[in-house]
DNA sequence: ATACTTGTTGGTAACGATTCCGGAATCGTT
DNA sequence: AACGATTCCGGAATCGTTACCAACAAGTAT
């Protein structure tokens, strides 16, 4: 049990003042490699971690990253933790969560932002799937706050990572023409995600590029979740014969497992009376009855290029300290000119793959081959 | 965008000292109402946050809570943070996220434990399902560090919370007895885990109070994910047909669904020729073919319960100052006693509950409501 | 040899809040 | 009118670290 050794400890034992041993604990500023050499077995033996909290208060800048994660349970989050951990873990730096409710929109979003601003913790944010947050981060980010988001994203300034979702959903309905389908469904996400509308482009591009007009009436938008799949479903079950599709094309692989009950409960069998394809390639998809074919997203690699683009913005706005400090100390002549970020907004885009399984009725040797993915392949 | 105001600041638009507005913040001592109502509307009116990192270096106590939680990817962890989101929400306290692979024991697992101890970040830890790690938290828990585990734990030293794992498969194996089966099998989960125990245990109890002997034939042990149930599936397959169980309870659904992958390609009908029992009641549980029974963890509420009782121990360890500063002031006169929790260990046991669905071949209408579940309740 | 770099190091003042302790104001008693 | 008690408030030290600036040694140019 180390009984709390400071910085001036390791001083004493290495016969130095604090100032040096910052210096190599920072890596800043020339030290003797004999004396570096020192320090750094002194703080490997007495274990001494610096402490976080008074490097942040001398220092002005936190080694906190905030991440904005809504309670809205996205299947694709814990995957996306673990890419971000694994960073994460490779650093100084320490993930604070703060977790909000996307569904009460009006309360919780300003509240939590306004915790993120006034407590000053953070030096940087991750936002995964802001939905309706956004607009409140374009705010943090023009006051000179790196952000960071994960997929959803508006207006076209914060520096963000997301999966090719229009190429995704692309794929996925080129498959079903391929396989000889013409009247095909789209079930798509609510309009409050980007998600939904770049999932939804991909679906047009398709239809449109061999010709075919989408139809309003085959297009219904869901939740996301299984029960609003059903629903609509049973809404594209009911229509009559020649009005009704043959391939359904769900925005998310819950929704395409309610299409699956409803299927059962009108009689109708995947793929033979319906063609199915879903988005997402949760675990389960591999296991439901017919196995869903579905489109695969880089969850973890997102994740690990999200924290990263965080991590390095932060870095970039602690180097050129000159400019950069106009913001935090605010001169008495009057207003603080908000400084924003001179780095040109960074964006990573990863690419999807189509995952084939039975439920889109495919042989499995259809030619998907020339998909832009370098993840492709057919799973058990 | 707030110009960073301080308490100073605070305090001279009050007209009165720092000591003062302290005083109000943290409602220490004795301060005038009218005093108190005067810095509390100039704290309003700056919307003034104290900075987190200033005031735990100067207090010595932090504001942060550190959760500890696996990579490894549990289906309820979403449901659980959300539980524990809600509630940190309305506290000054904010979440550090620490995860962890599970999976290579040796390398991560002290170093997340140095971490967390040498950064001195947090006043207190919840941990996940800590399997394997659980041994080093009760270090930390001894040396006076607010602990709480929540559902994993050997030794019976640390505050935790869990489902009550053992009246679960009790349940749901006494469903399958109570539908007529006799020859049950059990695919169990990984021993690191103490719910692989519990959860076995109540398999035991069941057959065994209908006189039923524990055929260790019939117990496989798989790794909780859906790759193993299929494998260990197999294994029960093709056993000659007296000694194949006429009906499975696997210890996790995602076990159960590999199980339902098996039985597809065995030709074997489910509940038809082998009826099946999961455990978690996943999301996609009640969408797969056939719907899958299984037990229902009141995963939000232990989230809940688990972070309410951490930041209990937080508040008593605060309050007894006395004592408990003598964990940090180390004197001069050499060991610092060591000062264990005197709070006794509180342990949280929540219920757990039976949905019955179609993969046990039940009509539905079995008499299961004498479970000790307030939750009950068949889902669509 | 002197002055001037260059490279290293130490001293000291922040950072923003808490906490201990002593002093002033208020009040009721004798 | 004087006194202690009680309430309320401010001064100054402190937490562990970083930032800034001055100081010192050694090496090079003059």
Redesign the interface.
């Known amino acids: 049990?180390?009984?709390?050794v400071t910085i001036l400890d390791v001083a004493r034992l290495a016969g130095v003042s604090r100032t040096t041993v910052s210096r190599v604990l920072n890596q800043k500023g020339e030290v003797d490699p004999a004396t570096r050499e020192r320090v750094q077995r002194i703080i490997e033996e007495q274990?001494?971690?610096p402490?976080?909290?008074?490097a942040?208060?001398a220092g002005g800048h936190?080694r906190?990253i905030g991440?904005l994660?809504p309670?809205f349970?996205w299947t694709m989050?814990?995957?996306l933790?673990?890419g971000?951990?694994?960073v994460?873990?490779n650093t100084p730096y320490?993930?604070?969560?703060?977790?909000?409710n996307d569904e009460d929109l009006s309360r919780?979003q300003s509240?939590?932002i306004?915790?993120v601003?006034?407590?000053?913790?953070t030096a940087g944010i991750l936002a995964v799937f802001p939905g309706r947050i956004s607009a409140q981060l374009t705010r943090l980010y023009q006051?000179g706050l790196p952000v960071v988001v994960i997929d959803d994203q508006f207006d076209q300034t914060i520096p963000w990572v997301h999966a090719d979702n229009v190429t995704g959903a692309y794929l996925a309905v080129q498959h079903l023409i391929q396989l000889g389908h013409r009247r095909i469904a789209h079930i798509q996400g609510p309009p409050e995600y980007l998600a939904s509308h770049d999932r939804y482009n991909g679906y047009r591009r398709a239809l449109q590029e061999v010709g075919i007009t989408p139809d309003p009436e085959l297009v219904l938008t869901g939740d996301f979740l299984?029960p609003s799949g059903r629903a609509c479903a049973e809404q594209l079950f009911v229509l009559p014969p020649e009005k009704r599709p043959t391939a359904i094309f769900a925005a998310t692989d819950?929704m395409a497992?309610?299409v699956?009950?409803a299927a059962?409960e009108h009689g109708l069998s995947v793929p033979g009376d319906v063609a199915l394809v879903g988005f997402d390639d949760?675990?389960?998809s591999?296991?439901?009855?017919p196995p869903l074919t579905t489109i695969r997203q880089p969850s973890f690699e997102m994740g690990k290029s999200g924290i990263e683009l965080v991590l390095s913005l932060v870095a970039a706005s602690d180097e050129p300290a000159a400019q950069q400090h106009s913001l935090?100390k605010?001169t008495k002549d009057g207003s603080?000119p908000?400084q924003p970020h001179p780095i040109k907004p960074a964006r990573i885009e990863l690419q999807t793959s189509l995952i084939v399984r039975a439920s889109c009725g495919s042989s499995y040797h259809v030619d998907w081959q020339h998909s832009n993915s370098k993840m492709g392949g057919t799973q058990s």
């Open positions: 049990m180390p009984k709390k274990s001494f971690v402490s976080l909290t008074a942040g208060l936190s906190l991440m994660v309670t349970t989050i814990p995957e933790l673990r971000i951990a694994d994460i873990n320490e993930l604070v969560l703060y977790s909000y919780d509240v939590i306004k915790r601003m006034a407590t000053q913790l006051q299984p819950q497992y309610g699956l009950s059962e949760d675990t389960p591999a296991h439901v009855r935090f605010s603080t908000v």
